[in-house]
């Protein structure tokens, strides 16, 4: 079992690299009995520059193994400045890699590719770029995502129209040679007087009904990266018709730029996103590290149309012993404490609010009792709250408050299920629903971690909890030497 983190932030079973920075989760695919999961990674700081294409790969989701990097910048190359974000597919034996070719000197970014024939060990550079210009009309261009469907390829590719419109363009091939575009997919709607707004990390699964989502990163010029949106519709003739308004993917401060893979079973895609830091830049450079992948998810999608998540059922198998299985009520006149738990667990619970107030829990990280996580759920509302004011005694940490809605949790006698993950600086909190919030929080606080019920209402709350330790130690992370592997990559 590998030596347990110095730093006891940087979590245990997500995944990421020893050290650095890592940003999007790119190239997901099953190939060759594994699934395959790169990610954007500078090897040599935590900062976002010299973005190569760090690896994982998993024969089960569950035991990883970290290989060497992908992909990596060709000096005076089109990716000069970084191999960014993409898609990988499987073909004829072969990995395609197809990434967002970055240089400072233009505002563009190409889409090329670059192929493995060993199951991703060794990758080999095309000798030119596949699309060198996006079309006429647009001011964003980046993150290619290819798929197969109907006997063709298909790629989109994230933009921003003139007009200050999010897009996602549409191309096809039918040798992934020579591609034709199609227009615009979908994009997002003409507003008077909004913001412009450009889409980053297109993703689409189709469904066998013939819906489709549509999951796209909002970015602007002003902020940059800012949240998901997700699309569920239909297409006709290379053009994507919204049944449903969009809504955010995930209500949690703390998510972005999500990527799919269709499992090797019938109609189950997963998904991983990225969770950046909620820290000064300063933390994260003394720490070293910055940015890790969420836990892999399962991707729904319901009759009425709404998406929903829910941990890949895979990592049911990462619970070890049981630390906490309470049930009763919890009243405003003080907390019932639940037991403790370690800096990484999985927990489910039930909550029913008193009529009159609310009712949660509390992870309680200090031994005062004055560094916590609160997570509440108000049937008045019908909204479940995460607050992370008191979450780190260190002031460099992001406080904020947010919910996220409860479908049918509303009113005398609601009740909500959800289950939280925690990874020592990451919590993802899911509702029985499908809907999801991630955080990440920086406890500092010298106590044993302990969980509590609470209730603001005269009358009781009712708690259902159970929690499991999770077991570390599923997660091969080799600190591989600087540039291995780039010799093979540059392939020129």
């Not at 999985?346 to 009159?356: G, I, R």
């Not at 993950?421 to 955080?439: F, K, P």
Request: glycine share 12%; charged share 20%.
């Amino acid at each position: 079992m590998p030596t347990p983190p110095v730093d006891p932030h940087l979590p245990a079973v997500h995944l990421r690299p020893p050290r650095n920075w890592i940003n999007d989760p790119n190239g997901l695919v099953f190939h060759d009995g594994h699934y395959h999961v790169f990610f954007q990674h500078n090897p040599y700081a935590p900062l976002h520059a010299n973005v190569h294409w760090g690896h994982f790969r998993s024969p089960d989701l569950i035991t990883w193994e970290q290989l060497p990097a992908a992909l990596a910048p060709t000096p005076g190359g089109d990716d000069a400045d970084g191999c960014f974000s993409g898609s990988a597919i499987p073909v004829d034996g072969r990995l395609v890699a197809f990434y967002s070719a970055h240089r400072t000197d233009r505002w563009w970014q190409p889409v090329t590719t670059a192929e493995s024939c060993d199951g991703g060990h060794t990758w080999v550079k095309r000798p030119e770029l596949l699309i060198p210009r996006p079309p006429a009309g647009t001011t964003m261009y980046r993150d290619p995502y290819v798929w197969r469907q109907d006997g063709r390829w298909r790629m989109l590719v994230g933009s921003a129209l003139a007009d200050g419109r999010g897009a996602a363009l549409l191309y096809e091939s039918h040798d992934l040679e020579d591609w034709r575009y199609r227009g615009p997919f979908h994009s997002s709607g003409a507003s008077a007087g909004a913001d412009p707004v450009g889409w980053e990390c297109p993703q689409y699964a189709t469904f066998g009904d013939g819906r489709g989502v549509l999951i796209v990163s909002d970015w602007t010029p002003q902020g940059g990266p800012s949240h998901t949106t997700v699309h569920v519709g239909r297409e006709e003739d290379g053009r994507f018709t919204a049944t449903e308004p969009p809504v955010r993917l995930d209500h949690g401060p703390d998510f972005y730029a999500p990527a799919l893979l269709r499992a090797p079973e019938e109609g189950r895609w997963l998904l991983w996103g990225w969770a950046w830091e909620a820290r000064d830049d300063s933390w994260a450079h003394e720490a070293g590290w910055a940015g890790t992948l969420t836990l892999p998810r399962e991707l729904t999608l319901a009759d009425d149309g709404t998406v929903g998540q829910r941990p890949a059922r895979e990592l049911l198998a990462l619970r070890g012993e049981r630390a906490v299985h309470r049930s009763g009520n919890a009243t405003g006149s003080g907390p019932v404490e639940l037991g403790e738990v370690s800096r990484s667990f999985d927990l489910t619970a039930t909550l029913t609010a008193d009529p009159h107030g609310a009712t949660g829990l509390r992870l309680v990280t200090s031994a005062d009792g004055a560094e916590y996580l609160d997570i509440t759920f108000d049937a008045a509302t019908g909204r479940l709250t995460v607050d992370r004011g008191h979450a780190s005694l260190d002031v460099r940490a992001r406080a904020g408050t947010y919910s996220l809605p409860c479908p049918g949790a509303k009113g005398p006698g609601a009740a909500v299920q959800l289950r939280v993950v925690v990874d020592r600086s990451i919590a993802e909190i899911h509702l029985a629903t499908g809907q999801v919030l991630t955080l990440r929080f920086y406890p500092v606080g010298d106590g044993p971690w302990r969980l509590q019920a609470r209730s603001t209402g005269p009358g009781p709350g009712g708690f259902t909890v159970e929690a499991w330790d999770l077991n570390p130690g599923r997660i091969h992370r080799e600190p591989l030497p600087a540039g291995q592997g780039q010799d093979v990559m540059a392939g020129r």
